[in-house]
């Protein structure tokens, strides 16, 4: 059975809403899977796991969280190429800029982006089918 870590960043619980269905999706597809909080994340864990699903609303100026998530990145980001991945998060008054910049940093480190999801806010209908998507598409 394939392991998908479901890792994640969240302020005021819309991305940890949206980590929570991407878990549910890959383990409706047959997988097990684990939703982490970033602070118990590191580069030490990604051989534990077949598929990785990380999770950060757009903070700062269409940035990742500062304190936490980012530290987890730039820490995982080198051992990342050659894993599956996939991105999601959860953003308001702008229109998903973070997430663009955010694949762009990632396929510049080389590893592969299988799929991103983004939701306005909290999870709407479609923002929630494309998260249990994303979720069995890492399965
Ligand atoms: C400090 C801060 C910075 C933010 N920066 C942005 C931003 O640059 N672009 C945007 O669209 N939303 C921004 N937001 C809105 C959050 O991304 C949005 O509220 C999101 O749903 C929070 O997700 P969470 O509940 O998982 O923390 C910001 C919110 C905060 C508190």
Redesign the pocket.
């Known amino acids: 059975m394939s392991k998908v870590a479901v890792v994640f960043w ?7 809403a949206m980590a929570e269905l991407v878990a549910a999706g890959a383990r409706d597809a047959g997988a097990e899977a684990e939703v982490i909080a970033c602070a118990d994340f590191s580069s030490s864990d990604l051989d534990g796991y077949d598929a990785f699903a990380f999770g950060c ?6 940035e990742l969280e500062s304190e936490e998530f980012e530290p987890m990145w730039d820490d995982v980001e080198p051992e990342l190429p050659g894993r599956k991945v996939a991105l999601f998060g ?5 229109d998903g800029e ?1 997430m663009d910049l955010w694949r762009e940093r990632a396929e510049a480190a080389g590893i592969t982006i299988a799929d991103t999801v983004i939701a306005k ?1 909290y999870p709407d209908e479609d923002a929630s089918v494309a998260c249990r998507a994303l979720g069995a598409a890492l399965a």
């Open positions: 969240s302020g005021t619980g819309n991305t940890e609303p757009a903070m700062g100026a269409e959860s953003y308001d008054w702008a973070w806010d």
